[in-house]
């Protein structure tokens, strides 16, 4: 493993527009971040949660993609792992399984 992995999820307490049938945001975080520690227990990482209404103020990075899902260049919720994005709207665990095994995780 390379290094532990950072997972940000982006979205917000109101769904989108297209998300009517779909999980909120927070539960696409706690889904994903249970999902994970299943996957790969003993295996460290962090999954933050943003806010896209109140980016972290000391992070023009987050600032500027909270920015294009408000512009509706992603749709919400949309996960990163570290700086690549691996799902948005309606985000697959498989995508996400497929880059954190790319960075050196191994499935239990």
Request: aromatic share 12%; glycine share 4%.
């Amino acid at each position: 493993m390379k290094k532990q992995a950072e997972l940000f999820v982006y979205g917000a307490d109101v769904l989108c527009p297209s998300c009517v049938n779909l999980p909120s945001s927070k539960e696409t975080y706690e889904w994903l971040e249970a999902a994970l520690k299943r996957k790969y227990p003993d295996q460290p990482f962090s999954i933050t949660y943003i806010d896209i209404h109140q980016p972290p103020e000391n992070d023009p990075e987050k600032q500027e993609i909270s920015e294009k899902i408000l512009n509706d260049e992603y749709f919400y919720p949309l996960i990163m792992v570290g700086d690549q994005v691996v799902g948005e709207g309606n985000p697959k665990l498989k995508d996400v399984y497929k880059e954190m095994e790319k960075q050196g995780y191994k499935p239990a």
